[in-house]
């Protein structure tokens, strides 16, 4: 078949969508099929990176269609008008829309779909991301676009919130990047000095914005921090900031990072004490398994797909209280060998390759493929 993937939000590269459309894209083209990929990319201020990332291996496999179309134009065209999109890329045997955009099209058609953030939480959401998702999600809803969730707590949702047939809807868990790994204690020693970072230290990590729930693991640190034998710990909250309210903190404990880059990851969370993901609502969460996979302990909420994707290896707590918080901060530290062990495991779980071979099924199925 001759598929067309929009890897538009490539670009966001701090970003949990960013990751997924980066790894389901190189793991496509490094997957043993017999299919044809066209990547399009609709971008005007971030050309430039993908002009590059088109240039490296293993994304040179691929052939590109880069179209100066900004996210906020693409909204308007794509999820209000009956444009086709193949006037702009030609027909394809199949497309894979992204979760910004379901365009008006002849071809058969999957899409991703991470969370239903905006439906369940829109205090939450920014007003252009809630206005778009729900434009979009109207369209999925009224087409006969197969989806794919990150999930089974968005398949879940979805059937609830818009009364999907369950057939409609396949469950494929993204992967994880193969560079994330236990660092060695060089590495850790030389991300704390680039990033003036002192041990010992909690970390969290991920987009500042009100779901992220900051403001109260500011709070629960703090109250940990001023119980016995706690008093040298800070907390490291490293992220670009999103929307909403800032949680920059004037507290000496607290370390504000802006974006760390990817080949200081496995550093950052590998010279931590424990990860703190209190989030109110995900869809996935890679930062858990991130945590796991470089032998860090973590602590992160008991709601949504976070118990589905985290298993027995975190300790759960319900991020609405501090209390719990608290707790489950004192809980990692006690278990840490316990919890190391098991989130290393765990995170095995999650490969790249798994993913493109299971998305390439659903291709097959949706695009009618018959197999020689």
């Not at 995170?347 to 009618?368: D, H, N, P, Q, S």
Request: aromatic share 8%; proline share 5%; net charge positive.
């Amino acid at each position: 078949m001759k598929i067309l993937v929009d890897v538009s939000q490539i670009v966001y590269s701090g970003m949990g969508v960013g990751r997924y459309v980066a790894g389901l894209a190189k793991s496509l083209l490094l997957a043993d099929s017999p299919h044809e990929f066209t990547f399009y990319a609709g971008v005007l201020n971030r050309k430039n990176h993908i002009v590059s990332l088109s240039r490296r291996i293993p994304y040179t496999k691929a052939t590109w269609k880069i179209l100066p179309l900004p996210p906020k134009l693409a909204g308007l065209v794509f999820n209000h008008t009956a444009f086709p999109l193949e006037k702009l890329v030609g027909s394809f045997d199949l497309f894979h829309s992204s979760d910004w955009t379901e365009p008006s099209s002849h071809m058969p058609t999957v899409t991703t779909v991470h969370d239903l953030i905006f439906k369940l939480f829109p205090e939450t959401v920014d007003p252009l991301v809630l206005s778009t998702q729900r434009a979009r999600l109207k369209r999925v809803v009224a087409s006969k676009t197969h989806i794919i969730a990150d999930s089974h707590s968005t398949k879940n949702d979805l059937i609830k919130e818009y009364s999907l047939s369950p057939d409609r809807i396949t469950v494929i868990y993204p992967g994880l990047n193969d560079s994330l790994a236990p660092a060695n204690k060089k590495e850790i020693e030389h991300v704390k000095r680039k990033h003036h970072l002192k041990s010992p230290y909690v970390l969290c990590l991920g987009t500042k914005e009100p779901r992220k729930n900051l403001v109260r693991a500011v709070e629960a640190f703090e109250i940990f921090r001023h119980a016995k034998g706690h008093e040298k710990y800070s907390l490291v909250i490293s992220g670009r900031h999103g929307w909403g309210k800032d949680v920059t903190s004037n507290l000496e404990s607290v370390n504000n990072l802006e974006y760390v880059e990817e080949d200081d990851l496995s550093g950052l969370y590998s010279g931590a004490e424990a990860f703190l993901y209190p989030s109110l609502y995900e869809g996935f969460g890679f930062p858990v398994l991130e945590a796991m996979a470089c032998g860090t302990p973590v602590v992160t909420s008991n709601v949504s797909s976070l118990p589905e994707i985290a298993g027995d290896a975190a300790v759960l707590i319900n991020p609405q209280s501090v209390r719990s918080i608290v707790k489950g901060l004192e809980t990692a530290l006690n278990n840490r060998q316990t919890l190391i062990h098991k989130g290393l495991l765990q995170a095995k779980l999650f490969t790249w390759e798994k993913t493109a071979r299971e998305t390439i099924k659903v291709y097959e199925k949706i695009g009618g493929y018959a197999k020689n």
